[in-house]
């Protein structure tokens, strides 16, 4: 009798739910492991505890469920998303050292400030940054690196998706914000003890979905995003569109993204690096040692026909090696909806149908319905609580196109006070 393969997925929440699914195609059966009784909020909806052979929840037992999960005889042990991170380091070295990311560098794969401070360690241009809860030393950090007239960036350590990142300046009342956050809990449930400082970076933003296996790195797509300013928030997704292996910038990025992951410690699995391209240079954002959330590995397989979830299940499943970098088969964007103000929300089956109609149309994720409080669009969690498109065309022009009606399309949803009449939208 052939004796059951079993993945072990730690929080399988966002993108880490689309593991289930293809392990299945290799007869490999997934054991989800909760950080928690319930999943945080924000990734409650992408959950289907169904799907699991096996539901184990941690409770600081780490050396009980390990030795659960060693009676499994488990293939690999992967983060399903941000929150999962740490507790799969950990059981990772302890069930399974020959596939784990190293051990000693495990904190710097998740703690921001102990990130860069890595990166850094190891000879990669990184931002300036200090991570601290006093305030003293903020100030006399700000004045040593010459940024006391300056924006800054101050974030949690611990937060996900621009969850609590704020850009403010140097002379206006930033005491007050850092206050406020320190000592808090995130969105996802932790708490804020420090807080990073960081210098604020013009430039346009990267991102490079990687996949690696025994010391080995590849590169599953390039990403860019467009940002919309947002006062003293950190600017908010415009949208996210994918790029061709053959821009200009292509090796460069490759080279500084492989360093960011040696200098972490990463040999295995899926890892998503932001990337700053400044006047001075590449600069780390910030690294999630693990797939890109959001569902963006289902898309990239229509834009490549590959994904870092797919080639890290066909390795551990069946130990097939990935290939080194992508092909680009159509242009892909995602379109991000904004809020400008909180109320209620009027006029969303009107606007589905019109977005639907689009020449590149792929995918709605409208999360919103009539009738229903929606909050000011300040973070990425909050702009995923209203929904994206995904638009695919094998024209460029096509896409961009689309992307200026959707913003049109937009503007005839009518977001309403409680006192409020409301009105039929143009």
């Known amino acids: 009798m052939i004796k059951e393969r079993i993945a072990v997925v730690v929080d399988p929440?966002?993108?880490?739910?689309?593991?289930?699914?293809?392990?299945?195609?290799?007869?490999?059966?997934?054991?989800?492991?909760?950080?928690?009784?319930?999943?945080?909020?924000?990734?409650?909806?992408?959950?289907?505890?169904?799907?699991?052979?096996?539901?184990?929840?941690?409770?600081?037992?780490?050396?009980?469920?390990?030795?659960?999960?060693?009676?499994?005889?488990p293939i690999c042990?992967?983060?399903?998303?941000?929150?999962?991170?740490?507790l799969a380091d950990k059981l990772c070295a302890l069930i399974l050292p020959q596939l784990s990311n190293e051990p000693k560098k495990a904190i710097a794969r998740r703690h921001k400030g102990a990130m860069i401070e890595a990166v850094a360690n190891a000879g990669v241009p990184t931002a300036k940054q200090l991570c601290t809860n006093d305030i003293n030393a903020v100030k006399r950090w700000l004045c040593q690196m010459r940024l006391d007239h300056s924006y800054f960036v101050?974030?949690?350590?611990?937060?996900?998706?621009?969850?609590?990142?704020?850009?403010?300046?140097?002379?206006?009342?930033?005491?007050?914000?850092?206050n406020s956050l320190l000592s808090t809990y995130n969105r996802l449930g932790i708490l804020n003890e420090t807080l990073i400082i960081q210098e604020f970076m013009l430039g346009t933003e990267y991102v490079v979905d990687t996949m690696s296996y025994e010391g080995k790195h590849t590169i599953a797509?390039?990403?860019?995003?467009?940002?919309?300013?947002?006062?003293?928030?950190?600017?908010?997704?415009?949208?996210l569109e994918w790029l061709s292996p053959t821009i200009p910038l292509y090796k460069e990025l490759e080279t500084y993204a492989y360093s960011v992951l040696n200098a972490l410690g990463i040999k295995f699995g899926p890892a998503h690096i932001e990337i700053m391209h400044t006047q001075d240079g590449l600069r780390l954002i910030e690294v999630g040692a693990r797939a890109h959330g959001g569902g963006h590995p289902r898309y990239n397989i229509t834009a490549t026909g590959d994904s870092q979830i797919v080639r890290t299940v066909k390795y551990f499943a069946n130990q097939q090696p990935a290939v080194e970098s992508y092909h680009l088969l159509t242009h892909m964007m995602v379109v991000f909806f904004t809020c400008s103000k909180a109320g209620r929300i009027h006029n969303t089956e009107t606007v589905t149908t019109r977005i639907k109609a689009l020449p590149s149309y792929h995918h709605?994720?409208?999360?919103?319905?009539?009738?229903?409080?929606?909050?000011?669009t300040k973070d990425l969690f909050a702009t995923l609580d209203l929904g994206f498109v995904v638009l695919a065309h094998q024209q460029k022009e096509q896409l961009h196109m689309d992307y200026d009606k959707i913003r049109q399309i937009e503007q005839t949803l009518i977001v309403l006070k409680n006192d409020e009449p409301t009105t039929t939208a143009p």
Not at 221 to 239: E, F, G, L, S, V
Not at 364 to 376: A, C, N, Q, R
């Open 77 to 86: 042990i992967l983060a399903g998303c941000e929150s999962g991170v740490e």
């Open 13 to 73: 929440y966002s993108s880490g739910g689309c593991y289930v699914d293809d392990f299945k195609q290799f007869d490999v059966s997934v054991v989800s492991v909760q950080t928690a009784n319930h999943p945080p909020e924000v990734y409650a909806s992408s959950y289907e505890p169904e799907k699991y052979q096996q539901i184990l929840i941690y409770n600081n037992n780490l050396d009980e469920l390990a030795k659960q999960l060693k009676m499994l005889n």
């Open 364 to 376: 709605l994720s409208m999360h919103v319905s009539d009738g229903d409080y929606v909050t000011e």
């Open 154 to 178: 101050i974030k949690p350590p611990k937060s996900a998706s621009t969850d609590s990142v704020y850009k403010i300046h140097a002379e206006a009342n930033w005491q007050a914000l850092f």
């Open 221 to 239: 797509n390039i990403c860019r995003y467009q940002k919309i300013r947002n006062d003293q928030h950190i600017a908010m997704y415009d949208y």
